[in-house]
């Protein structure tokens, strides 16, 4: 990470977090949900790779995951770094895998770069994080609860949109990108077993400019009175996954055709179209 490059999120501290988490069956589900996902998008690839890499805080599911799939011979998993600064040798890896961390990363192009020196032509890079929709419903309620104290402190977590992926993979050097999104629903009983689970599993508040100090009760009072239950009373949070993969530019890869070279015009396939009508 460079120093020009703002620190929205104190990596220190997520990171400390997530070292402590305790296992949950929502954790241990999502975890299993995304090491699942990842081994069927590989499964449609017809490549192997003799050395890949997953940079990710928990790695053993997903370990397990690529291992099944056939297509990795050897496994190296690299620990989200404090600084962003993987310390990756350039050309060292067939394939990487980052899982959940580019959503609490401050130089994302610079960790995208990163990944594109360290993979070798034909190299294959996918990645998951959550982006979008998620925790929409807490997000709203914690604005509106705020808004009525006049002060509203920082709690939404800037995030890395699906259309902007594309053109970050192919400015770090990564060609053929293709990035979608998965949604997940989670039930809770109330807003406070929500932020408990929020606090165990480590995706507490992050941000450098955080509140540090403990919420007032009549906050989290208002809080509850804005996040609006289901009809069966229970409360809805919404959880976007937004998966992301591109390839080290190789001879073999298919390339865009130059402008000028199609050999028929639209309006030929028109008269074309209609004249079989």
């Not at 959940?100 to 034909?122: E, F, S, T, W």
């Not at 979608?180 to 809770?188: E, Q, V």
Request: glycine content about 6%; overall charge neutral; proline content about 5%.
């Amino acid at each position: 990470m460079t120093k020009a490059t703002p620190e929205i999120f104190n990596r220190s501290v997520y990171l400390a977090r997530q070292s402590k988490t305790r296992a949950t069956s929502t954790t241990e589900s999502l975890l299993a949900h995304v090491a699942e996902d990842m081994a069927d998008r590989l499964s449609v690839i017809n490549h192997t790779f003799s050395h890949a890499g997953i940079i990710a805080g928990e790695a053993k599911l997903f370990v397990t995951a690529l291992t099944a799939t056939g297509k990795c011979q050897a496994i190296e998993t690299i620990a989200p770094p404090l600084d962003e600064d993987l310390g990756l040798q350039t050309g060292s890896f067939d394939a990487l895998f980052s899982m959940l961390d580019l959503h609490c990363v401050n130089d994302v192009p610079g960790y995208l770069a990163q990944c594109a020196k360290a993979l070798r032509p034909d190299g294959l890079f996918m990645c998951v994080f959550f982006g979008g929709d998620t925790l929409v419903e807490l997000r709203a309620s914690w604005l509106a609860a705020e808004a009525e104290t006049g002060r509203v402190s920082p709690r939404i977590a800037p995030m890395v949109g699906l259309r902007e992926m594309g053109g970050l993979l192919q400015r770090a050097g990564l060609a053929l990108p293709v990035a979608d999104s998965d949604r997940l629903i989670l039930r809770y009983a109330n807003v406070l077993a929500l932020l408990r689970e929020i606090k165990s599993i480590g995706y507490a508040n992050p941000l450098v400019e955080r509140g540090k100090t403990l919420t007032a009760p009549r906050l989290l009072h208002r809080l509850a009175q804005h996040y609006k239950p289901d009809e069966d009373g229970r409360l809805r949070a919404t959880l976007e996954l937004f998966w992301a993969m591109a390839w080290k530019p190789h001879d073999s890869q298919p390339k865009p055709k130059k402008p000028g070279s199609a050999t028929h015009s639209l309006e030929d396939i028109l008269k074309q179209i209609d004249h079989e009508k």
